[in-house]
């Protein structure tokens, strides 16, 4: 469920992220990088069948009305990510805390943020809650489901 979209934004979030690397990982294509919180490496499956630890992380946090724009987006690890990890969104906005978190992932995605990967066949993010961004659109002649 969700899981093509879960998917792309993975796959876009690895392509523009300078740490991301195309690497192989068991004969599979994949793409390598660091967890936005703890630098640990993280895969995503080019063909989309498979994510080694790769988790979608919101930089601010859905619960807080944070979009699914690429801007918003980043690789965690599923440890970052998961119950005991670096969970930020049950803080009430406004927390310190939570405001300085959000501050650091930001800086740090601005950073490493690059033009995607040449030669990769990045799926459509889903466009659903997200504004026009810039026109990302690397593959020509392709035609747009609606
Ligand atoms: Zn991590």
Redesign the pocket.
Known sequence: MGSARRHAQLLWCAATDRTFERAELKGSEVLAGK??????M?CVDLDGTRVL?ATVEHIVPRTHGGSDTLENLAI??????GAK??RHDPSPWGDPKLMAMIERLQDRKRKRMREPLAGLALPPLDPAGAADEEAEAPAKGRKKRR
């Open positions: 967890c936005i919180h703890c630098n640990c993280v630890r965690a690890c599923g440890r970052c990510n990890g670096i």
